[in-house]
């Protein structure tokens, strides 16, 4: 167990439509990565929060949206859905404070990942 | 230009026996990590090691190690003593920025090594 939590696992909804994927980090981490995993694009980064504020932004679609609130949960918003949009998303945290040193708060783990099916 | 490259797509190895698995990158940063990660049938993403650009000695957890070039951009994963729960898809990944002064930090992934192992 990562210690990240993601919901819900699975997912299944019609084109057209919005759902709103939940992340919940570490306790103690104050970074928040999204990403899409499909068959044909391979694990994308789509967007990093570090406490509350974007910091980084990837291969996100307009249509897609994200935010990272006080308590430091992330949720990611995805309208006008899209059979592409079929994937595994993935949410990860860190501690987020150093890089290039050691393990300590380099670390990033993933949750179980929420598992979309457009139809 | 790929970030990140991981040039096996498939490999097999015996059970019981090392395996390493390449990976280069690429980055003007001074500062940065390296993680592999291991992706079960089940899809779950395992963070396995990590190393540091200023990291003088080679990552190890337990029969993980990671064999850092820095010259050569390399950053291989040697699994020893293979096991059939190896079986599974291997990532890496590399973070990139500074969080410190309002910087940002982006992660990018390989295209993965899918790891057999034959009993």
């Known amino acids: 167990d990562s210690g990240v939590t993601q919901t819900p696992k699975h997912l299944i909804t019609a084109t057209g439509q919005r759902v709103t994927l939940r992340c919940s980090p570490r306790?103690?981490?104050?970074?928040v990565y999204w990403y899409q995993q499909s068959l044909d694009q391979g694990l994308q980064f789509l967007i990093h929060y570090y406490n509350g504020e974007e910091r980084a932004k990837g291969n996100i679609l307009e249509r897609f949206s994200a935010q990272q609130f006080p308590d430091l949960h992330s949720e990611l918003n995805l309208s006008s859905l899209e059979l592409g949009d079929s994937a595994l998303y993935f949410c990860a945290s860190s501690v987020g404070l150093k890089t290039g040193t050691g393990t300590s708060g380099n670390t990033i783990y993933f949750g179980e990942g929420s598992w979309l099916t457009v139809v | 230009a790929q970030k990140i490259t991981q040039t096996q797509p498939g490999m097999f190895v015996q059970e019981k026996e090392a395996v390493t698995l390449d990976c280069t990158y690429d980055t003007s940063d001074q500062s940065y990590g390296l993680f592999w990660y291991k992706q079960p049938s089940s899809g779950e993403m395992i963070f396995l090691i990590y190393q540091g650009s200023y990291d003088e000695q080679n990552a190890t957890e337990g029969r993980y190690s990671l064999n850092f070039q820095k010259a050569r951009k390399s950053a291989n994963l040697v699994i020893s003593a293979s096991q059939l729960g190896d079986s599974a898809m291997y990532f890496c990944a590399m973070r990139e920025g500074r969080l410190n002064s309002g910087g940002y930090q982006k992660v990018t992934f390989g295209t993965g090594t899918k790891l057999q192992v034959i009993p």
């Open positions: 306790s103690g981490d104050l970074s």
